[in-house]
């Protein structure tokens, strides 16, 4: 069983910047490919970024592409979301979530586990 928590959302004004962490535990971390997903109220989840657990390159949704950069540490079992240029239609709820040998799509049905989110909200 695999315990994800994210830190780091908050409120922040358009153009500004954060920084998403997702502390994993309870698995081998190197297994797992790592994604981030984000759900804006009246709206359905969708992808942000994601990694594999081979390694290689990271995918990013295209609205977010440029902006944003996700970084994994397999030595201490974090992934982050770096966050720039942040615009109002970012706001959401962030989550980190982790899939056994997964490719690192934005599939969600790939992932098995998830953590409880975090709130990000960008005021105009």
């Known amino acids: 069983q695999v315990q994800l928590v994210e830190s780091g959302g908050g409120l922040v004004q358009a153009g500004g910047s954060l920084r998403l962490s997702c502390a994993a535990s309870?698995?081998?971390?190197?297994?797992?490919?790592m994604g981030w997903f984000r759900q804006a109220p009246g709206k359905e989840r969708e992808f942000v970024a994601a990694?594999?657990?081979?390694?290689?390159?990271?995918s990013y949704a295209d609205s977010v592409r440029g902006r944003f950069t996700m970084s994994r540490d397999n030595a201490r079992n974090t992934v982050s979301l770096q966050m720039n240029s942040l615009k109002p239609e970012d706001t959401a709820v962030y989550y980190c979530?982790?899939?056994?040998w997964g490719a690192g799509r934005g599939i969600s049905t790939e992932y098995n586990y998830w953590g409880q989110g975090t709130q990000v909200t960008v005021s105009s």
């Open positions: 309870g698995g081998t971390f190197s297994n797992y490919a």
């Open positions: 990694r594999s657990w081979s390694g290689g390159g990271t």
């Open positions: 979530a982790a899939g056994a």
